[in-house]
């Protein structure tokens, strides 16, 4: 990996217009002293991927790979025109001044030649700057982070919509409840009034600047059998700031709090969108026992 590093850092994709016959290197001395392929050789494992693949690869001395250019180009296409196409994408929802390229990756001759000639003068006013040691900026920043926890991000946009799913009543001249399927709930053959589908209920809409210190909530949920002995919210993201319904496309299960509660109490639901988690509480407004649950949820799709 460490050889696979150092190739991905150096290659600079104005060479190929130098020489396009000269190869990439990558040593793998380290890979073969180690004996990690096993009873393999390096060169049958050569062999197999040129009679697979139809590549170029030469080896020499045993220990070191040549890889044609355009084909060692090839290999980090894939990932480069993903980060184009998001960066792309930001800069369409909010105009920026600056894009930073952090990371080991950003180390990449190809990567900021692409970025820049993507974005530097396409964008009125927009530059791209490379920090000396790109990959220490992400270390550098988690520490700083850590320090002014609480400080460092007061508010930001919800680009996702959050909320819970309930039991809804049944109305057979509701189409969406007809189309879905939804039938009548019976228990010892008597008629319950409500289905175990859940509608989606929204905490939180796409769009919503909330605030670190904000909590969104819902109250008066209660039991629907007549023996169960608690609630169990279950917590959904969704892409469709009007999604209605928790099989509907774009919804995803981010988790579930569960709270004790019997028939004649009631609980209520609440999220809070912290720093680098989100935090469901779920609470019995009877007795007041409260349950936490910490969502694993990347931050930055807040």
Known sequence: MKAWE???????????????ATPVRLNLAALVGEGILGERSLKSCVDAYNSRYGGGLILKRGTT???????????????????????????DEKP???????????ESKMLQA?????????????RVIVPMRP????????????????????????RSTYGIGTAIEYQPSNPDHVRRGFRWVTSDGVQQRYVKVDRFRPLVKKGDKIRVSDTHSESGF??????QTSICFTLYSSTNPTACFADEPGMKDIGRVTVPCVRG?????????????????????????VQN???????NNL
């Open 293 to 299: 649950a910490h969502i694993s949820f990347n931050f």
């Open 114 to 126: 692409r970025v820049k000639t993507e974005f530097e003068g396409r964008y009125r006013g927009l």
């Open 222 to 227: 209660h039991t629907l059998e007549d023996d």
């Open 96 to 106: 920026m001044q600056y894009i930073y390229l952090v990371g080991g990756f950003a």
């Open 6 to 20: 150092d190739t991905k850092i150096q290659f600079d994709p104005s060479e190929m217009q130098d020489d396009a």
């Open 135 to 158: 990959q220490l900026m992400v270390v550098k920043g988690a520490v700083l982070f850590g320090l002014q926890k609480g400080s460092t991000i007061q508010s930001r946009v919800a």
């Open 65 to 91: 790979i040549l890889m044609p250019l355009l084909q060692a180009s090839s290999l980090f296409m894939k990932v480069i025109n993903k980060i184009t196409t998001l960066v792309r994408e930001l800069l």
């Open 265 to 289: 109490q009631c609980s209520g639901v609440a999220m809070s969108f912290g720093n680098t988690e989100i935090l469901a509480t779920a609470k019995n407004e009877s007795t007041g026992v």
